[in-house]
Nanobody, 129 residues
Framework: QVQLVESGGGSVQAGDSLRLSCAASTRTFNNWAMGWFRQIPGKERESVAVITGSGRNTWYRDSVKGRFTISRDNAKNTAYLQMNNVKSEDTATYFC??????????????????????WGQGTQVTVSS
């Protein structure tokens, strides 16, 4: 079992930057794909960004491409989501997730994210315009 603890959320103005962190409790962090998801009340949770265990491959939803960057530091068992030029539509509760896979094929990694995924408790990001 993996425990995930997010931090870094808060209230910012449109155009500002914010960095979310997700610390994982596992000794084999590089064997876990990491993802950031977000949800607003009344809507389904949506994927925002995914990174493979090595950190070599990433995926972003279209609406955040060029603004958000997912990264990881395997020595610190931590994944990050750098959010630049945030918009009001980025307001949501952000969750990090982890699932075990050594695959570097992003299509496969994203499919595997539907099974045996561990979730953090979520951190609120509020962007005011």
């Amino acid at each position: 079992q993996v425990q995930l603890v997010e931090s870094g959320g808060g209230s910012v103005q449109a155009g500002d930057s914010l960095r979310l962190s997700c610390a994982a409790s596992t000794r084999t962090f590089n064997n876990w794909a990491m993802g950031w998801f977000r949800q607003i009340p009344g809507k389904e949770r949506e994927s925002v960004a995914v990174i493979t265990g090595s950190g070599r491959n990433t995926w972003y939803r279209d609406s955040v491409k060029g603004r958000f960057t997912i990264s990881r530091d395997n020595a610190k068992n931590t994944a990050y989501l750098q959010m630049n030029n945030v918009k009001s539509e980025d307001t949501a509760t952000y969750f990090c997730a982890a699932w075990f896979t050594v695959s570097e094929n992003m299509d496969a990694v994203r499919r595997l994210g539907n099974f045996r995924t561990y979730w953090g408790q979520g951190t609120q990001v509020t962007v005011s315009s």
